[in-house]
């Protein structure tokens, strides 16, 4: 069994900073693409960002020079570093990632952590 907890969320003034963290565990031979969506109500959920294995990046053009996503690979671990926040980034923001265990790979989400940005 695969698990991705989510954390770093929270209520924050436009211009402010955080940081997501998200970590996975249980029965994991390999993670491979680990990523970060959000879903702000009413709307579709959608890519933030991606990460690959070997740490190469994808971004939604919105997010371009403000978001910044890491992982650790010897942690199971993906972050996304929000800098300069806008009150559209106001959503639900939910883990996503690609895990290989008992030879066959799939896809798990994490319960999603909320992100507030206030004017």
């Known amino acids: 069994q695969v698990q991705l907890v989510e954390s770093g969320g929270g209520l924050v003034q436009a211009g402010g900073s955080l940081r997501l963290s998200c970590v996975a565990s249980?029965?994991?031979?390999?993670?491979?693409?680990m990523g970060w969506y959000r879903q702000a109500p009413g709307k579709q959920r959608e890519l933030v960002a991606g990460i690959s294995r070997i740490g190469v990046t994808n971004y939604a053009d919105s997010v371009k020079g403000r978001f910044t996503i890491s992982r650790d690979n010897a942690k199971n671990t993906v972050y996304l570093q929000m800098t300069s926040l806008k009150p559209e980034d106001t959503a639900v923001y939910y883990c996503?990632?690609?895990?290989?265990?008992?030879?066959?790979?799939?896809?798990?989400w994490g319960q999603g952590t909320q992100v507030t940005v206030s004017t």
């Open positions: 249980g029965s994991i031979f390999r993670v491979n693409f």
């Open positions: 996503n990632a690609y895990i290989s265990s008992d030879y066959t790979t799939i896809p798990y």
